[in-house]
Structures are given as C-alpha cells and as structure tokens.
Nanobody, 130 residues
Framework: QVQLVESGGGLVQAGDSLRLSCAASGRTFSSYAMGWFRQAPGKEREFVAAISWNGGSTYYADSVKGRFTLSRDNAKNTVYLQMNSLKPEDTAVYSC???????????????????????WGQGTQVTVSS
C-alpha cells in the first residue's frame, strides 16, 4: 500500500514558477514509477510527466516539455514537479500517482496511461492568472 500526499499548489501569475511535492508512505516507494496528471474544469485528465523508479528516466507531455522538470528523492520518499514559465492553460488540479513495478524498463508512453497507476493522491490546485 502506498499513500500519496501532494503539496505546493497555489495561485501565481503567468511566467511564475511553482514546485509541487508528492510525499509517499511505504517502504517500497523506490520500486514504483511515479507520474503527475492534471485535470482542468470541464476537461479530461491529462498526463503531465512520469519518472522511473530510480529517477534515471523521465517523460513529459509536449505541452510542458522544456518548462516542467520531474525529479525524485527516494531517501525522502518524495517526487518533485518543478514548474517554470507557467501559463494560464496550466491551471488545473495536479495529482501524483504511483505505478507498480510491472516492467523491467521504463517506457514513457506506457506510463503516460493513467490506468497503469494503482495509487493516487488527492491533488493540489494550481491556478495561473494572466
């Protein structure tokens, strides 16, 4: 069992930065691939970024590539989503998720599928004003 708690959301202006954190419980955190998804009002959930169990590989949605950076600290059971150059279209509830170790290699396309994730946090609101 893995429990996830997000933090770091808030209201910022376009061009600002935010860093989201996702703290996980459980001794097996380092074996899970982790992902971030977001959902804006009236829209479907959207993949943002994913990171392999050891942090050696990352994969980003085209909409955030070059602006967002995903990292993890397995010693602290935490993943971080650094978001720079925020845009109003980044406004959404951001949720982190954990995918069990079912693959021996990291596939970005595989981990962009929300149905591959078993555990989810409750989300944190990010609002970017223009």
């Amino acid at each position: 069992q893995v429990q996830l708690v997000e933090s770091g959301g808030g209201l910022v202006q376009a061009g600002d930065s935010l860093r989201l954190s996702c703290a996980a419980s459980g001794r097996t955190f380092s074996s899970y691939a982790m992902g971030w998804f977001r959902q804006a009002p009236g829209k479907e959930r959207e993949f943002v970024a994913a990171i392999s169990w050891n942090g050696g590989s990352t994969y980003y949605a085209d909409s955030v590539k070059g602006r967002f950076t995903l990292s993890r600290d397995n010693a602290k059971n935490t993943v971080y989503l650094q978001m720079n150059s925020l845009k109003p279209e980044d406004t959404a509830v951001y949720s982190c998720a954990a995918a069990p170790p079912l693959r021996t290699y990291f596939s970005g396309s595989y981990y962009s599928d929300p149905y591959k994730y078993t555990y989810w946090g409750q989300g944190t609101q990010v609002t970017v004003s223009s």
